[in-house]
């Protein structure tokens, strides 16, 4: 079931343990709320296993301040509270403290949120709070202060902290703010350390332009019953988009999955489906130029058909962005495939860049590209574009080019210089793997 439809009480404790699941928080870190619709709010407890909390250990603070429940509320509740009130917008609140967002926070420095384009567009002026005591009414008015006077804001990192996320759609959507931002800051410091230099931004321009481009109308077609075999893959979709989020390689927001089912119809996972928890229902039929019907295909439907078009020994598709492989999508960095044997006889040849929108602007070179050149492309600040003979050989491509990537990130972390695959191993490895 959906978190949406979950009760708030039920929603807290999926979506704190998501955040627990996800290393974002320790086990006593961090605290969420949720506004219903009776204005009442629903808030985590002090202390507690935040990866096990049980329904009963959540808290109801009904409007006139009354508070329903057996536990201790957070210390840091009111600053939920002052949210809420001060932006009636917002339905829901997450605060922890992740790698990421604390890294910025001892810094005291705003992070770049121009890397990817689902974080340049869902976090809005984001703001730094000054410090203060856990638990404090100081802290409160620091973090209220920038919610309430920057009216566009929806995240504050606080200083020596953590960071707020607050959301007009509700938890689900706090949290994959939250998680995609923090996910964000881990890659601009990676490439950062690995080149010595900020990393490639998207320009306001390019955003925009990348916004604005939707996806074509379609004719659609209404298919009362899915066949096993159709219904299978339709399965396996949902299996390995729910592992590529559990392995980091997706995260709730950012990742696509596609399937050919046959010579003129393909399955592409539904635009703004939850990747960690995809159903069958949450897969799109593209049969032609139609769609079925009373679904919106993920907005890469018109790239993923124009690579099948051309591409008839291509059986799979995965858009992703995982965190390690996105280094060489920020930065000038050039991945190189010869690290590893396994590296060089998965991905085959170089894999060439291509400029962030081009999976708007260059379909036809994309789809090019696979017919001649890698099965693996990159385009910058947006994603990898794996492809395979069958969903298990794209997942796999994914896997090989982001262990690949940290290999080369640990290598460059422990110092010295380093020592590539020559010409002369390439060779035998194409000979012996039959690659040309």
Not at 51 to 75: F, Q
Not at 110 to 128: D, G, H
Not at 323 to 344: G, H, Q, S
Request: with cysteine; hydrophobic share 40%.
């Amino acid at each position: 079931m959906k978190v949406e439809k979950l009760k708030p009480s039920e929603q807290l404790c999926k979506i704190m343990s998501r955040i627990y699941d996800s290393k974002l928080t320790t086990v006593s870190g961090g605290n969420l709320s949720l506004k219903d619709q009776e204005g009442n709010i629903w808030v985590t407890p002090s202390g507690g296993d935040k990866g096990r909390y049980e329904i009963s250990d959540i808290l109801k603070i009904l409007p006139d301040g009354k508070i329903e429940g057996t536990k201790k509320p957070s210390v840091e509740t009111g600053i939920h509270q002052s949210i809420l009130a001060d932006r009636p917008e917002f339905k829901a609140v997450v605060h922890a403290h992740p790698a990421g967002l604390v890294a910025v926070s001892l810094l005291r420095e705003l992070p770049e949120t121009m890397i990817i384009p689902q974080v340049a567009n869902s976090v809005k002026n984001i703001r730094l709070a000054a410090y203060g005591c856990p638990g404090s009414e100081e802290l409160r008015n620091n973090v209220a202060k920038e919610f309430k006077e920057n009216k566009q804001t929806n995240v504050a990192i606080l200083e020596n902290h953590g960071a707020f996320v607050a959301s007009k759609i509700g938890l689900r959507d706090a949290f994959g703010i939250f998680k995609d931002l923090d996910f964000s800051i881990r890659i601009q410091a990676k490439a950062q350390n690995f080149l010595g230099k900020r990393p490639n931004l998207i320009s306001q321009e390019q955003l925009e332009h990348y916004n604005n481009a939707s996806c074509p109308k379609v004719e659609t077609f209404n298919q009362a019953e899915i066949p096993e075999k159709e219904m299978q893959l339709r399965e396996l979709i949902c299996d390995f988009c729910e592992r590529a989020y559990r392995r980091d390689l997706f995260t709730q927001n950012i990742g696509v999955i596609s399937s050919r089912l046959n010579s003129h119809s393909f399955l592409i996972t539904e635009s703004g489906a939850d990747n960690a928890q995809l159903t069958v229902d949450e897969v799109v039929k593209v049969r032609g130029v139609a769609v079925e019907e009373g679904k919106i295909p993920s907005k890469s439907v018109t790239l993923h058909k124009k690579i099948y078009d051309e591409n008839p020994d291509i059986n799979a598709i995965i858009m992703a962005a995982p965190e390690n492989a996105m280094v060489f999508a920020v930065t000038d960095l050039e991945y190189d495939l010869k690290t590893i044997p396994e590296c060089y006889i998965v991905l085959r040849e170089d894999i060439t860049k291509f400029p962030f929108g081009a999976t708007i602007n260059q379909q036809e070179d994309l789809a090019q590209y696979f017919k001649l050149k890698s099965p693996v492309a990159i385009v910058e600040n947006d994603c990898y574009i794996c492809t395979g003979n069958s969903l298990f050989n794209a997942f796999d491509k994914l896997e090989v080019v982001e262990f690949s990537a940290a290999a080369v990130i640990n290598a460059k972390l422990l110092g010295s210089e380093l020592k590539p695959i020559n010409q002369d191993q390439v060779k035998e490895i194409k000979n012996k793997f039959g690659i040309f």
